[in-house]
């Protein structure tokens, strides 16, 4: 076990902290990044939309124009893949990946969900995830990878062309990297549903216990 | 912003302004072009406070893009050529784009035209067409990928920029070639000397094995296929080679210089 390990064990045990303290920081810093990439994503989108009924209202968009919102897109993507490789390199060295997410079934994962959907399943111990939590959070992740990649590969499809033929080409690439978005609108959605159905769960994320 | 401002004259339609405006372009009646108004009261409600005030935002948005240049002068790799495609691959019709209709696009006579060049070079000779047709040429089939998203796939023959940078005696140590257009509003961007230096860099003549059309550049358009469109200038006039940083049409209006891809 390494050190950085070692030592969330011991607070986690002394001050029965649920989510430990680079957690909460990294949660919140990843969520305002990724509203930021949203927004102003939505609005890059509308200068060449691939849906032809389908824009956005400035409403939900962030820069005013295409011009603005290019440049919060590409600051915002700093916040993003600093901390969300931060995040990645921590999760996985202090073991808590391993500890949180795994294993996951499918039939954990259907019983849980029926149990969730029955409103029988237990939320005491919120220092596990049940097995809907660990396949959404692990499933997360990887989205967050994946649309990282993705957004790497239309952002430098010359420097990057490998990556971007990886993804079948720049045109399949912009496909890819709005599917990665809509497919986390659809989990922020249920996500925030569920931490506002358990606020105790929004208490830990914020304050740790 | 300068330049919108300058657009604003009074006496002139403003009807007509904002039809030849793009619709992507920020409200005119705006000076500032990060933020709509909406955007950015959802912005404050997240942070809950004012503190990240839209001229603060501006400034440090205007920092990181400069960053953002940096870094991708970074990355960028003399060497690493851009994919090329089958002549079947190209795109029909090849979509004109820009900020006027293609009406309005310049009608230049290529027996008056002459290529003006200054700055830091030996030999600053203004060139024909027929001179400028006399040297070698190269073709590629290469992907145009545009700021707003969209690609479209053309063939453009054309003198590479570095071969020509060697005729005239250019400092190719100098940071930019600059280029003029003769679009309506004066169309200008600047051309980091690494990029102008790349093999694939041309001063195109041909579409397609055709004369350039009027719509795509008439008499020469700079092909850059490591940068994104609007950093392949058309109808171009003339190129400075020089160490400052002179700005650009869109570049002076938010969006980022070196936009490589
Ligand atoms: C802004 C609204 C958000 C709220 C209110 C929120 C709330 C929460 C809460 C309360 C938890 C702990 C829940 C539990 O105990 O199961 C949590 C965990 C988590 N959230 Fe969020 N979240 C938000 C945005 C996001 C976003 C945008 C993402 C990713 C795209 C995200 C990804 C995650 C992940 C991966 C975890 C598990 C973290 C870990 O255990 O390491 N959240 N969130």
Redesign the interface.
Request: charged share 15%.
């Given at each position: 076990m390494t050190s950085l390990a070692a030592a969330e064990q011991r607070t986690a045990t002394a001050s029965r902290v649920i989510q430990p303290a680079w957690v909460r920081v990294m949660h919140w810093t990843n969520a305002v990044a990724i509203i930021l990439m949203i927004m102003s994503g939505l609005q890059i989108y509308d200068a060449s939309p691939l849906f032809n009924s389908l824009t956005f209202s400035r409403t939900v968009t962030l820069g005013g124009w295409l011009g603005g919102a290019l440049l919060w897109h590409f600051a915002a993507m700093w916040l993003l893949m600093v901390n969300g490789l931060a995040y990645l390199v921590t999760g996985f060295v202090t073991g808590r990946f391993k500890k949180k997410l795994l294993p996951i079934s499918p039939r954990g994962v259907i019983s849980d969900a029926v149990a969730a959907l029955t409103f029988r399943l237990s939320h005491d111990d919120l220092s596990k995830y049940n097995q809907v939590q660990r396949l959404l959070y692990a499933g997360i992740i990887a989205v967050g990878i994946v649309i990282v990649l993705s957004g790497l590969s239309i952002w430098k499809p010359v420097q990057f062309q490998y990556l971007t033929a990886l993804f079948g080409g720049y045109d399949i690439a912009r496909y890819v990297h709005f599917f990665c978005m809509s497919t986390i609108v659809a989990f922020l959605a249920i996500h925030v549903l569920l931490a506002v159905l358990v606020p105790k769960s929004l208490r830990a994320m914020i304050i740790g216990h | 912003m300068g330049r919108l401002r300058k657009l604003l004259i009074p006496g002139v339609d403003k009807k007509l302004l904002v039809r030849d405006a793009t619709r992507?372009?920020?409200?005119l009646t705006?000076r500032?072009?990060?933020?709509?108004g909406?955007?950015?009261g959802?912005?404050t409600l997240?942070t809950g406070c004012d503190v990240i005030d839209s001229d603060s935002a501006e400034e440090?948005?205007?920092k990181?893009?400069k960053f953002?240049d940096a870094v991708q002068a970074f990355?960028?790799?003399p060497h690493?050529?851009?994919?090329t495609f089958p002549e079947s691959a190209i795109t029909k019709p090849f979509p004109f784009n820009a900020y006027y209709e293609v009406d309005d696009a310049p009608d230049i006579d290529g027996k008056d035209w002459k290529l003006e060049v200054s700055g830091l070079v030996e030999n600053k000779k203004a060139w024909t067409l027929d001179e400028l047709y006399k040297l070698p040429q190269q073709k590629q089939v290469t992907?145009h990928?545009?700021?707003?998203?969209?690609?479209a796939i053309g063939s453009w023959t054309g003198t590479p920029l570095s071969y020509f940078l060697k005729v005239i005696g250019a400092d190719t140590t100098a940071k930019y070639c600059w280029f003029q257009c003769a679009d309506k509003d004066g169309y200008n961007s600047p051309l980091d000397m690494e990029t102008a230096l790349h093999p694939q860099t041309i001063m195109a003549f041909r579409f397609a094995d055709e004369i350039l059309p009027r719509a795509y550049g008439f008499p020469m358009k700079i092909r850059v296929?490591?940068k994104l469109g609007f950093k392949n200038p058309k109808y171009v006039i003339s190129m400075e080679v020089t160490n400052d940083y002179k700005g650009g049409y869109?570049e002076d209006?938010?969006?980022?210089s070196f936009s490589?891809?």
């Open positions: - | 992507l372009m920020p409200d705006r500032r072009f990060i933020s709509g909406a955007s950015f959802a912005l997240l440090m948005l205007k990181v893009s953002n990355i960028f790799n690493a050529l851009a994919p992907r990928i545009c700021v707003e998203g969209w690609s296929p490591t869109w209006q938010g969006y980022n490589g891809s």
